[in-house]
Nanobody
């Protein structure tokens, strides 16, 4: 059973930085794609960033490109989302998602992922 546990959220001022972590367990993730999505109150869940575990290929939403970096630590089975230059509009619950690469046709679509973490709140004050 795949388990994803996010951490690292919190309250930060605009312009600040946070690093989110997603600890994965229950599988060998070398053939998995991992992603971060976020959901603000009253809005749909939206894609933030994704990484293909084996090759480290990354993909970002335009809204975070240049401000966020997704990475993984193979030894720790952990995926990170480094967020810099945070804006109030980045406020949301951030979710980690995972599924086997072969199961994903559209890497930026939440419905393509089977496994989800519980989410971590990020609040950016102005």
């Amino acid at each position: 059973q795949v388990q994803l546990v996010e951490s690292g959220g919190g309250l930060v001022q605009a312009g600040g930085s946070l690093r989110l972590s997603c600890a994965a367990s229950g599988r060998t993730f070398s053939t998995y794609a991992m992603a971060w999505f976020r959901q603000a109150p009253g809005k749909e869940r939206e894609f933030v960033a994704a990484i293909k575990w084996n090759v480290g290929w990354t993909y970002y939403a335009d809204s975070v490109k240049g401000r966020c970096t997704i990475s993984r630590d193979n030894a720790k089975n952990t995926v990170y989302l480094q967020m810099n230059s945070l804006k109030p509009e980045d406020t949301a619950v951030y979710y980690c998602a995972a599924d086997q690469e072969g199961h994903i046709l559209r890497i930026g679509v939440s419905g393509e992922y089977e496994y989800w973490g519980q989410g971590t709140q990020v609040t950016v004050s102005s």
